[in-house]
């Protein structure tokens, strides 16, 4: 009986570690990028503009459909009703578009599928900076978890102990709550990142469509990390290649030939269609049996879409400043986003690179010569302050160098590095 329960056990718990594990994935930066380009529910919608604008282009295409009309009589006193061996009338009438007015029509349908593109590509570039900052954020915070909990994990080891010398009358109150209340402080500090963390998971679960069951840990590799440090390009390159390739100036420029297509398609307008058609007509004209042409036009006296026409070329006007202030507003964002990445590459490289392992050496015995009595009180609780306090400080600091990096990269609108 003994044996069936320990079977039963190691089974349960091999099924329990199983189903930890496969609802706990570590995610690289990649596999991130993928999720999101895969299940993002604003991505996936947008893309369907662009094949509702492709539809469009389709319906542009097609030629109007004619007119087909059957004109008998309805009721006479001498025929009765429906006398459709009497007077019968048949028409076809077939619109024709002048003056390129299906091609303009095309173009226009087609500027508005390069807006649905290019709208589609600066969501996705706004949406994959949004994933980048959730995803090094958790990265970093939890680098600062780990850490401040191994140290809580020290004192609370020294608390008990110390507790069973308080009681002995060995130590003096005052030095168990000072250890006590170093204790507490870090506890809540790890409480607090682990709040943000929670807030920044939420969000990516939202954008990548990853369900509440599924834990995930972001693990990025080590080519992923060092691509943040590459050296830059100079600046009037890179605000050059902005201004060319920047999903905002793309869509201000499709926006502005949009515009331009429908001042063209309106100012087509203003052309009337011919009506083109043939008929057949018995009994009802001065001979038995009649066929005829039939052609028409309107006359554009009073309606030549003036109005249409007007508001077209400012609609153009507008969309050209706008996309000039797009570029100037690009311009500065640019240049602040390189000035903020210099600035942090140069307090980066103010701390030694050996500064953190050369701490955490420090820290390695700290608590043993405490017990040892080989630091004081005040020594002992400084350096673990200190020490979580460099952690998060470094932490953040590696975390600000890569948002400085992505903010630029956005900006630029490219593959900066």
């Known amino acids: ?9 190691l089974l349960f718990f091999c099924f329990v570690s199983l189903y930890a594990q496969t609802n706990n994935r570590n995610l690289t930066l990649t596999e991130t990028d993928q999720l999101l380009i895969k299940n993002n529910l604003s991505l996936l919608a947008a893309k369907y503009n662009i094949d509702i604008a492709e539809s469009q282009k389709i319906q542009a295409k097609l030629f109007d459909n004619p007119d087909l009309a059957v004109t008998i009589p309805a009721y006479s006193k001498d025929h009765g009703w429906f006398d459709v061996v009497g007077d019968v009338d048949v028409s076809l ?19 508005q599928k390069q807006l649905a ?46 507790k069973v010398q308080y009681d002995k009358g060995n130590v003096t ?25 929670y807030q920044e998971k939420n969000n990516l679960r939202t954008l990548l469509l990853l369900g509440g069951g599924t834990d995930f840990t972001p693990t990025p590799t ?3 990390l060092n691509k943040y440090s ?51 007509s018995k009994d ?5 049996y009649l066929t005829y042409a039939n052609f028409g036009v309107s006359i554009p006296i009073f309606n030549r879409n003036q109005g249409n026409i007007k508001s077209a070329e400012y609609q153009v006007k507008q969309s050209q400043l706008d996309r000039d202030n797009q570029k100037n507003m690009l311009e500065s964002q640019i240049k602040y986003s390189y000035d903020r990445v210099k600035a942090i590459e140069a307090r980066t490289s ?38 979580h306090e460099q952690v998060v400080q470094l932490n953040n600091l590696r975390l600000e160098k890569i948002l400085s990096y992505e903010d630029l990269n956005y900006n630029t609108g490219y593959n900066l590095f």
């Open 1 to 9: 009986m003994i044996k069936k329960i320990i079977s039963f056990s």
């Open 93 to 111: 009438m077939q619109a024709i578009k002048i003056a390129g007015k299906r091609k303009a029509g095309i173009d226009l349908a087609e500027s």
């Open 117 to 162: 593109v290019w709208q589609y590509e600066l969501l996705a570039k706004q949406l994959k900076y949004a994933v980048h900052s959730s995803y090094f954020t958790i990265y970093y915070l939890q680098k600062s978890i780990d850490k401040t909990t191994t140290e809580t994990a020290k004192l609370k080891t020294i608390i008990n102990a110390l």
């Open 173 to 197: 109150l005052n030095e168990l709550i000072r250890i006590t209340a170093s204790y507490n402080s870090l506890s809540s500090d790890i409480l607090e990142l682990q709040t943000s963390i």
């Open 222 to 224: 080590t080519t992923e």
């Open 230 to 280: 590459l050296s830059l390009t100079s600046l009037p390159d890179i605000i050059q290649k902005a201004q060319e390739q920047h999903p905002e100036i793309k869509l201000a420029d499709a926006n502005v030939y949009a515009n331009e297509m429908l001042l063209k398609f309106e100012k087509k307008q203003a052309v009337p269609d011919l009506q083109f058609g043939v008929g057949y």
């Open 284 to 288: 009802g004209d001065y001979v038995k």
């Open 350 to 387: 103010d701390i030694g690179s050996d500064f953190e392992s050369q701490f955490d050496l420090l820290m390695t015995n700290v608590s043993e010569n405490y017990m040892k009595r080989n630091l004081s009180l005040l020594e002992f609780t400084d350096l673990i302050e200190s020490y």
